[in-house]
């Protein structure tokens, strides 16, 4: 059982439980469903699929995919094919060959996800979030395995990666595009791509590169903001495309970026008739510790417990470093660390304007971090990293089902949280505490050195 604080009486010291305090009561209340709000779920996955199924060019395998959305959403312990398969009394060779080799076009289904998400949860401030995500694999015959660093496993192993397409708005977040990376070794050997069955379209490609291609398949779905990890904003040619596309980005950079502060004093010159010395390059965590405590800013997130969550922030406009190339326009940094007793740190750069304000900065910053729920969602609740697929269209089949049951998922958060009073779901101090930045935490750390999988 347990207890909260004692309460004095006049035989000494009486027990509390926590669960009779108040704020615990709301909270249970918000989290039971009564049996109607069950039944009306069961009601509402059948109207779901309704919009998905025509998707599926062939009959024979609409219910195959009823069938496999039900198996992600149910209690199984493992969510592959095999499982489902025997929970629904089938065959499991059939659910087997309809994730992992049939020719159905997940492309379509996709594309019609986008369109339900443009539709549920038309949200002009909402964030892009790109990610990339490693699944542990064993042996080397799947599609694309390579040993890259690998956050789940917390080492260089076996593992596929997979770069998405996340969205975060104030209803909640989903997944809106997921492609498979082909390391370079892969696209150029013709017999593992054949065994594989990888398109002839399908070409190497960089993480960011297959991000962008990610970004213009959602022309339609609203948002205001692109932001991704330091595995991606350390590019320079993802931000300038980005920027070419008329998009506002904050993607965050590691600690030792080098940054020209345009607004700081220049050296004196050696000698009176010399040329004035240009201004020094600094590590970003440097220049930001230099920085005078007024030129600070505290920020409320939410409400807590005992008082409003808060971040402290600075804001400015600099130089980037960027391959020895010094006529880079200037970009927004915005430094960002929570107030505790170890601090985190994240760096972050931005096209947006002077007059953005750096709420808003903090706040696309903040909805990266929602987008990580997606992973942790995905992978605890519906099984996105549990698969026996070695094919690409395989993978792609896996992940296009496992994101469809996720967004299901997702509408019915959001609708129970309406029936409840709950309201629109804003990002928080919570969005700041994920896997990654608690180990950070414990060091008191920046947290900008991402490495990619590490949402793995």
Known sequence: MLY??????????????????????ALLQ??????????????????????????????????????????K????????????????????????????????????????????????????????????SGFAKKGHASCGVARPWCGRLGKVDNCQVGIFLLYSCRYGHAGLDRQLFLPKNWADDPARRAACHVAEAVVYQEHWQIALALIGRCPQVPHAWITADSEFGRVVAFRDTVQEKGERYVVAVRAE????????????RRRRLGRRRALPWLRVNAWAARQPAARWQRLPIRAGAKGPLEVEVLSTR???????????????????????????????????GEDVPVAALTRAHAGRHRGEEVFAEGKGEVGLGQYEVRRWDGWHHHRTLSLLALWFISLERSRVRGEKGGGEQLPGTADFR?????????????CSGDQLCVAA
């Open 73 to 132: 959403l149910s209690d199984l312990q493992r969510k592959t094919s095999e499982p489902i398969a025997y929970q629904a009394a089938m065959q499991r060779k059939p659910l087997q060959a309809f994730v992992g080799w049939a020719p159905w076009d997940d492309e379509a289904v996709m594309a019609e996800l986008r369109r339900h998400v443009r539709d549920a949860w038309p949200d002009p401030e909402a964030v892009f979030v790109v990610d990339g």
């Open 434 to 446: 994920t896997p990654a930045a608690e180990t950070a935490s414990a060091r008191g750390a920046d």
């Open 30 to 71: 918000q989290a039971t469903l009564s049996p109607q709000q069950v039944a009306d779920c069961s009601q509402h996955l059948h109207d779901f699929l309704q919009r998905y199924l025509p998707c599926f060019q062939r009959k024979e395998q609409r219910p195959n995919a009823a069938v496999v959305l039900h198996g």
């Open 318 to 352: 600099l130089q980037a470093w960027a391959d020895g190339r010094t006529k880079r326009p200037a970009e927004r940094l915005t430094v960002i660390r929570t107030v505790e007793e170890r601090p985190r740190t994240w760096y972050t750069l931005s096209n947006a």
């Open 257 to 268: 970026t080098l940054v020209r502060d345009l607004h700081a004093r220049r050296p004196r």
């Open 4 to 25: 909260g604080e004692d309460s004095r009486t006049q035989g000494g010291y009486l027990r509390t439980s926590i669960l009779e305090h108040d704020q615990a009561i």
